[in-house]
Structures are given as structure tokens and as C-alpha cells.
């Protein structure tokens, strides 16, 4: 079992930043890839990014690319997604998610929430206009 908490969401202005942190608890997070999803009032989970095991690797939507980064400290157990130039589209609930990746040498980086064992509780991002 891997527990994964999400913090950091709030309000902000259009154009603003903000920095979400996944601290995850349980088996060794470091043997799983993780990922940030997200999802707005009415409308499905939507993939927002994803890093491999090691740190190594990344990933992005394309509506969120240039303006997300994805990081993830090991020691820390922590999975950030630095967000800037945010704009009122990217309103909603972010969470974050793990994958089980047993290969050493990475797996490959999903974009599926259906991939994803585990999930955190989600925290609201808003942006207001």
C-alpha cells in the first residue's frame, strides 16, 4: 500500500504560481512512477503529467507544457508539480497518483488514469480571471 496526500492548492490570480507537493508514505515510493491528474467541475480526470521512478524521465499535456514542471525528491518521498502562468482553465481538483514500476531501468510513463494503483484525496486549484 502506498498513501499518497496532496497540499499546496489555493487560490490565485490568472498568470500566478503555484507549487502542489504529493508526499507519499507506505512501500518505497521510489519503486513507483508518479503522476498528476486533474479534474474540473463536470468534466472527466484528465492527464497532466508524469516522471519516472528515478526522476529521470517526464512527461506533459500539451495544455500544460512550458508552464508545468515535474519533480520529485526520493529522499523526501515528496512528488511536486511546479504550476506557473496559470490561467482559469486550469481550475480544478489535482491529484496525484502511483504506478508500480518493478524495472530498475524505468517502465514506460503512462497517461492513463486507469494505470494508476494508488491515488491521494486531491487538493483544488483555483484561478480566478
Known amino acids: 500500500q502506498v498513501q499518497l496526500v496532496e497540499s499546496g492548492g489555493g487560490l490565485v490570480q490568472a498568470g500566478g504560481s503555484l507549487r502542489l507537493s504529493c508526499a507519499a508514505s507506505g512501500r518505497t515510493s521510489s519503486n513507483y512512477d508518479m503522476g498528476w491528474f486533474r479534474q474540473a467541475p463536470g468534466k472527466g480526470r484528465e492527464f497532466v503529467s508524469t516522471i519516472s521512478r528515478a526522476g529521470i524521465n517526464t512527461y506533459y499535456a500539451d495544455s500544460v507544457k512550458g508552464r508545468f514542471t515535474i519533480s520529485r525528491d526520493n529522499a523526501k518521498n515528496t512528488v511536486y508539480l511546479q504550476m506557473n502562468s496559470l490561467k482559469p482553465e486550469d481550475t480544478a481538483v489535482y491529484y496525484c497518483?502511483?504506478?508500480?514500476?518493478?524495472?530498475?531501468?524505468?517502465?514506460?510513463?503512462?497517461?492513463?488514469?486507469?494505470?494508476?494503483?494508488?491515488w491521494g484525496q486531491g487538493t483544488q486549484v483555483t484561478v480566478s480571471s
Open positions: 497518483a502511483a504506478d508500480y514500476c518493478a524495472n530498475r531501468g524505468g517502465c514506460a510513463l503512462k497517461v492513463r488514469s486507469v494505470d494508476y494503483e494508488y
